[in-house]
């Protein structure tokens, strides 16, 4: 392990490192008279080489501590390597260094950091291709002298210039960063041109030169038409596209996954039961042990908990899966997916549950509402019997026991109605008879003084909803008589016509409706200090039933109207 100051000193000295490593390489490369690579100057240079790779590498942080077996295996992999090199293997381990530092070159920002790294991967390139391999073949097929001169030369001009290149800030920002994809691809490359060029060498009997030339030649060909391929313009999607959708679903059957979960949700109505059905979509992927799931204070487990766990959360769904080995990044990215989908599902799923509940309690509350507003009709014709009961008595007047003959079958009838209500909320029957009954009856019930009544276009024997014109001009009576409580009454005018088309209007002389509750007037509950402002709106509902419509006709000081009407013409 680094010490701090150690460390903080091999970060500012990065690129040092790396001249250095490269340095050793090119002693290492020039011990052909010596005995190449596998002589004893040889090793020695190539452990000093691996040193400081060691403390070059950006692939393990400096500042990580290795345990004991990572330690061993280090050792013994250097050891390895130091007791049978030779050259093919130098050029192994030049492959690898190109391709770290290549993987490095595209994702440094700084202008004279990326062209330090590409001096250096051009001179490790240059010293694979001319100087390594060629001391792999025999010496009839080595290069010409001239170009052993010149990469004797050139070579350590290279070292030399990125020696006196500008340092910048991004030299040393801490661990780097490096292109897996590119490095791989890389290394892949460089040991085609490798291979290739000993293959036209032993095939063709060409030179070493010109076999390299050959397979540059061919290799740039293969590469123009890939990436032509890779995005054509004519109309084929391309081996992009193909490439990309292999890598998104690999080791995944993501389709039938959704496919599962999307029946699963068209079965299963309820939260819970679809987070059951479902977990079968996870379950199913082969590399799934088990799993455990939480949601909306539901949960459940399938398959058997054991192995490596790891959580997934969306929407509200909490999930925890086991599998064998840790997964990949590709399948976490999966997974996530579809957890988010399994729990937006989920949470549509329990907002539709609400919705039915808040629709329930809605339905239990606009009949209670309407419960309320006939009960309160039924009390005051029951309160207009006591009293004129009182006024009674002890025989009673033929008068009297005729209006026990009206009122008595009407109440008891609103009666039934009412209980018929609370049997079915949502089916209230609404009796269609001839009008001139009821206007004659409620006429006498509310015959106060200041009542005016006017029904001079009325067909008596016109059919109408007399159930739901007794609601609302109850409704309408009461709102009128209450605006002016322990004070003169008010003068109230009701109007009634059945041509050309139904229309019941009750005015009256109190205030009119303020502005600030115009907007919500049979919309929604307005305030009300005598109850809980829902008399209107109910009554505007139960009105748009019946193809019928309550409206504010007229809204001024001293002549407040309220209207019934039906917009087609006729009854």
Request: net charge neutral.
């Amino acid at each position: 392990m680094r010490t701090p100051r150690l460390h903080a000193f091999l970060e500012r000295h990065r690129r040092w490192l790396l001249l250095g490593q490269l340095a050793l390489l090119y002693l290492i490369f020039e011990q052909e008279p010596a005995g190449g690579a596998a002589s004893l100057l040889g090793r020695m240079l190539f452990i000093g080489q691996a040193g400081l790779f060691l403390l070059w590498q950006p692939l393990i942080h400096g500042q990580r501590q290795l345990a004991l077996r990572e330690v061993i295996l280090t050792v013994a992999a250097v050891t390895a390597m130091v007791l049978w090199l030779n050259v093919w293997l130098l050029a192994m381990w030049t492959m690898l260094m190109a391709s770290i530092i290549g993987g490095r070159v595209f994702l440094a920002e700084a202008r004279w950091t990326r062209l330090f790294y590409l001096l250096a991967l051009g001179y490790l390139v240059a010293a694979l291709l001319l100087l390594v391999t060629p001391q792999g073949m025999p010496p009839a097929l080595h290069p010409p002298a001239g170009v052993g001169l010149v990469t004797t030369w050139a070579l350590p001009a290279a070292l030399v210039l990125m020696a006196l290149l500008p340092g910048e800030d991004g030299d040393h920002t801490g661990r780097e960063a490096i292109d897996f994809f590119f490095s791989v691809f890389l290394f892949l490359l460089l040991a085609v041109l490798v291979l290739g060029s000993i293959a036209f060498v032993l095939l063709l009997g060409q030179g070493y030169v010109e076999s390299l030339i050959l397979t540059l030649l061919s290799l740039a060909g293969v590469l123009l038409v890939l990436g032509w391929a890779w995005r054509p313009r004519l109309g084929f999607s391309g081996i992009g596209t193909l490439v990309t959708r292999y890598v998104m679903s690999f080791g995944v059957p993501f389709e039938r996954s959704l496919a599962q979960i999307a029946e699963a949700s068209l079965q299963e109505q309820g939260a819970e039961g679809f987070l059951r059905r479902a977990q079968g979509a996870i379950a199913a992927l082969p590399w799934v042990r088990g799993g455990e799931w939480e949601a909306g204070g539901a949960s459940g487990s399938f398959g058997k908990a054991g192995g490596v766990g790891a959580e997934f959360l969306g929407q509200g769904l909490r999930m925890v899966l086991y599998s064998g080995e840790p997964l990949s990044p590709a399948l976490v990215w999966h997974v996530k997916l579809l957890v988010q989908i399994l729990g937006e599902l989920h949470l549509a799923k329990l907002r539709g549950e609400q919705l039915q509940q808040m629709s329930y309690v809605q339905a239990v509350h606009e009949t209670g509402a309407r419960l309320t507003h006939d009960v309160k009709n039924l009390l005051q014709s029951l309160n207009m019997l006591c009293f004129a009961a009182g006024q009674e008595g002890e025989d009673a007047s033929p008068r009297f026991q005729a209006m026990l003959r009206r009122q008595l079958p009407v109440i008891t009838q609103r009666l039934h109605l009412t209980l018929e209500k609370l049997r079915r909320p949502g089916d209230e029957p609404v009796a269609w008879s001839a009008v001139g009954p009821w206007w004659d009856e409620w006429r006498r019930r509310y015959a106060f003084p200041g009542v005016e009544f006017e029904d001079a276009d009325v067909n008596r024997e016109a059919q109408a909803p007399v159930g739901l014109l007794a609601s609302v001009a109850d409704n309408l009576m009461h709102n009128a008589l209450g605006k002016q409580p322990g004070m003169a009454p008010p003068r109230i005018r009701v109007s009634l016509q059945t041509h050309p088309r139904l229309r019941l209007a009750v005015c009256d002389d109190g205030a009119p409706v303020p502005p600030e509750v115009l907007p919500r007037l049979f919309h929604g509950p307005v305030p009300s200090e005598s109850g809980l402002g829902i008399g209107l709106l109910q009554a505007a509902r139960l009105a748009e039933s019946e193809g019928l419509r309550l409206r504010l006709a007229a809204n001024e000081p001293g002549r407040v109207c309220i209207e019934l009407v039906r917009e087609a013409s006729g009854v």
